[in-house]
């Protein structure tokens, strides 16, 4: 209303000659005839004060806002959380699992299971009959037979075709461009992408900064910051409106000589999150994947996952999971 310019076209009564009175009292706007007192309004242009009345509640009515009552809207209820496929991740995460609408962030260094565990997430959400996950891969990582090895693990117990079925509705997309995935994630928040019968329920993106390493020598920072916050704001809108849980995957990187720790935000390793500063308050939770103590006599590596931030969860608290051929345990 501010902004909106007073003519001639917004009301009968408001016909040129009484438009040219009020802006030589500099009320050129919707606002400043609204909020004039009427018997202002009279001495300026002479209409009667019912005309002056009725031009007013007319423009309040077609520009100003207006409030309902909460109690008008129904209460729909909370969409349930996704199970990730490891149980103790899921009593970490609280409520079952990863929260629909909610932005995570696995970080850690390489080879701390970052991928396996995304791809465990993925497997377990796609078991849901009509569930879909859309997997977004930037390094050319993904496996659709180590998908194919969790879904077919004895615990798991599906058909072949509930299992031909499952590994249908994990999309998988090969993004080598920053701008080339804001582009997608802002279709997926339009509906794209996602085929009849089926929900849009799991994003995940492996991973982030093999991206935007691509300005590492860029002379100015204003064209990849830009893109990320382009890349959050659609992350956002996808999650909330379309209650999409979306996980992204980034590095964790070392000091290095000259940097303070009040510049940065350690994890406890002493090691800090990839994409720079601005990132940093990017995602709702970020977990820090390391590795843990090896067992004599088992193949499989025990990592620990813990919260870096979150939220709504405490910072600090991890679990220990176990990664395996079929999957992260």
Known sequence: MAATQLTADLHPLLTEYVIKKLQKNRLTTVYSFVKVEVEQLLKITNLPAESIVLVKNHLIDQFAGWCQNALSYPLQPAPSP????????????????????????????????????????????????????????????????KVQQILDSEDRKLSEQELGHAMARVRVERIFSPDLLVQTVEELAAGRYVDEGTNLKL??????????????????????????????????????????????????????????????????????????????????????????EHHPGSSARYHTVQVWKSNYLRSGERVIVRMTETGVR
């Open 82 to 145: 996704l199970s990730t496929g490891v149980p103790s991740l899921d009593a970490l995460l609280q409520g079952g699992g990863l929260l629909p609408g909610h932005i995570y962030e696995l970080c850690g260094e390489s080879g701390t299971g970052k991928t396996l565990l995304s791809l465990t997430m993925a497997s377990n959400v796609v078991k849901q009959p009509g569930s879909m996950a859309y997997f977004i891969d930037t390094k050319c990582d993904f496996s659709g037979r």
């Open 203 to 292: 994003l995940i993106i492996d991973s982030l900064p093999s991206l935007w390493y691509l300005y590492q020598d860029a002379q100015s920072s204003v064209e990849p910051l830009g893109l990320l916050t382009k890349l959050i704001c659609s992350l956002r809108k996808l999650a909330a409106q379309r209650a999409v849980a979306v996980v992204l995957i980034n590095l964790t990187v070392r000091m290095v000589e000259g940097m303070t720790e009040g510049k940065r935000k350690l994890c406890p390793n002493g090691n800090y999150s990839a994409l720079g500063r601005y990132w940093e308050s990017a995602p709702g939770t970020r977990l820090l994947l390391e590795r843990h």
